[in-house]
């Protein structure tokens, strides 16, 4: 796929490397995110097809298939696997216990038992961590509230399967609780449980919804934007893909960032560094993207002290 030359941290040794990477979503739904690693390898020295070779699964947002795919993957006896989101860390952990692991993004990766400690992850998976802590979705509430003053009462649009994740719905009903809202909890197990979702925070007169970061939500992220553009429910989302597909807004990390940091863990450990002895990164910096038009379209006056933060505004 690429024809460059070798990076001068590269080590020229002749080996092909095996590289796995599995997603729950879609291959056509993340690729900025494969372009974003493959980017990161590239500038490390690790060209597609000479030094390197890449076996990529997709679950196509079927998380029931993970557990197969990560099972292919280890018999296919990859140098090491490349992972994103709480489901596919999970179904890696179950498949090997030898095999580095590097986590593109993962939340609570304590929390959720995938590692002992931030600083020394203690077994075969390190990698990224894409927030700080759960208390990050509650700003997001806060965020909405901001913007849609009169949002009483406010969906929280999560996936209860994966692991860790009530620890981020519980944020979020704190920060309720802090700001005078009601929260509704809707429950998604699955893409094809979207417009009921909605059918139910319609019944109960939401007026504001957020979304948790879930690979699910992420594939099915037009969808979901068309949703509450249809219902007209202003929505703040964790990643700014959500927004650039035409949602309101967003806050959280740059997931493709994260992927393409993750070549850096692939790089050391494949010369030999034990993700062990790694520390996982946390992000120091986020992302708070707004959509002008699609708040114009819901009649939205975006304060100055929210536009004053964004990173990015759409026009």
């Not at 593109?104 to 700080?132: E, H, K, M, Y």
């Not at 879930?214 to 509450?228: K, M």
């Not at 990390?253 to 996982?280: H, S």
Request: no cysteine.
């Amino acid at each position: 796929m690429f024809a460059a030359p070798l990076a001068a941290g590269a080590q020229p040794n002749g080996k092909v490397y095996r590289i796995g990477f599995i997603q729950t979503a879609p291959r056509k739904e993340i690729g900025h995110l494969i372009k974003s690693l493959d980017d990161g390898l590239r500038e490390l020295g690790y060209v597609e097809g000479r030094n390197v070779v890449f076996e990529r699964r997709f679950a196509d947002g079927k998380q029931e298939r993970l557990a197969a795919l990560a099972v292919e993957l280890v018999k296919l006896k990859v140098d090491i696997i490349v992972t994103g989101s709480n489901p596919v860390i999970a179904a890696v952990r179950q498949a090997t216990a030898t095999i580095p692991v590097v986590m593109a993004v993962s939340r609570d990766p304590v929390g959720s038992g995938f590692i002992a400690s931030l600083a020394r992850p203690g077994g075969n998976i390190t990698g990224l961590a894409n927030d700080p802590a759960p208390e990050i979705m509650g700003k997001n509430l806060e965020l909405l509230k901001e913007v849609v003053p009169r949002a009483s009462r406010v969906a929280l649009l999560w996936n209860p399967v994966p692991a860790g994740a009530a620890i981020y719905k519980n944020a979020v009903e704190t920060a309720a609780r802090n700001l005078g809202v009601t929260l509704q909890s809707v429950e998604i197990r699955a893409e094809n449980e979207f417009e009921s979702a909605f059918a139910a925070m319609i019944r109960e007169r939401a007026n504001g919804v957020v979304v948790t970061s879930d690979p699910i939500f992420l594939g099915s992220r037009s969808q979901l934007v068309r949703l509450a553009g249809r219902h007209r429910l202003p929505t703040v989302y964790v990643q700014r893909e959500f927004v650039e597909a035409g949602g309101l807004m967003s806050y959280g990390g740059n997931l493709a960032y994260q992927f393409r940091r993750a070549a850096v863990y692939v790089d050391k450990i494949l010369k030999g560094a034990k993700p062990a002895d790694l520390p996982v990164e946390q992000p120091t910096q986020f992302d708070l993207v707004v959509n002008m038009r699609t708040a114009k379209d819901l009649g939205i006056k975006i304060p100055n002290s929210v536009l004053a933060l964004a990173t990015k505004v759409i026009e």
